[in-house]
């Protein structure tokens, strides 16, 4: 029956629905997804263009290739068709993209992000977000995982795990270098966030 599942959603005829305990359900994806106008092939580029730079910026044309799997060719069409929206910035020999008037900084705040999270999934380069020197302990463990992420101010210092016994979670917090009485405290009320999604006790543990 999963290849069915698999066949019919690869059709778009189905698409997942809300878990119900821990079963999967499904949806039919005409009742979910209305039918949209089709987009030419420019304003298809445009679009996919400007909204990639538009949540991930600053990003490469490299980086744009690897998530939306064009060819090099047309992401460089693709940017060039939304060129007056966006600067271009040097960073280490590399040209980034750059909204024209990005938005103001939001507050400093720190996030228990997962495995496969956008933030670090979206760009061939990490070199911007994550110490090359702790990249291999996130990256290239060796069985295709993805290590669950701490960000603090954009940056990547740690990672964390999760267990869930007697009836509580714990999350096990490792940071890179040693954390901060404050970071501490950000990732003990983002424990407790996680915890009350879950309905279940928290205990926070670092090392």
């Known amino acids: 029956m999963s290849y069915y599942l698999v066949r019919a959603a690869a059709d778009q005829l189905i698409c997942f629905g809300p878990r119900r ?6 949806a039919l994806l005409d009742e979910w997804l209305p039918p949209s106008p089709a987009l030419d092939r420019e304003t298809a580029l445009a679009t996919m ?9 600053p990003a490469t044309i490299k980086d744009f290739v690897w998530w939306s799997g064009l060819t090099l060719t047309a992401a460089r069409e693709a940017f060039e068709l939304v060129k007056d929206d966006f600067d271009t910035i040097k960073i280490n020999e590399e040209t980034f993209w750059i909204p024209i008037q990005p938005k103001a900084p939001a507050k400093p705040e720190l996030y228990l992000l997962p495995g496969f ?3 670090i999934m979206s760009y061939t380069g990490r070199g911007l977000i994550i110490d090359p020197k702790h ?3 996130i990256i290239g463990a060796g069985n295709g995982l993805l290590a669950a992420t701490i960000v603090s101010n954009g940056q990547v210092i740690g990672i964390w ?3 869930i016994k007697n009836n509580k979670v714990v999350i096990s ?3 890179f270098d040693s954390f901060t009485t404050t970071q501490e ?8 966030r996680y915890g009350k ?11």
Not at 49 to 57: E, G, K, M, Q, V
Not at 197 to 207: G, H, N, Y
């Open 117 to 119: 999270d956008e933030y």
């Open 161 to 163: 795990k999760r267990l």
């Open 49 to 57: 263009a400007f909204r990639y730079l538009n949540s991930r910026a």
């Open 197 to 207: 999604f879950l309905a279940l006790p928290v205990e926070t543990a670092f090392s």
């Open 173 to 175: 917090a490792s940071g």
């Open 21 to 26: 305990g821990n079963a999967f359900t499904f």
């Open 135 to 137: 990249a291999k302990k």
């Open 185 to 192: 405290t950000a990732i003990g009320k983002v424990a407790r």
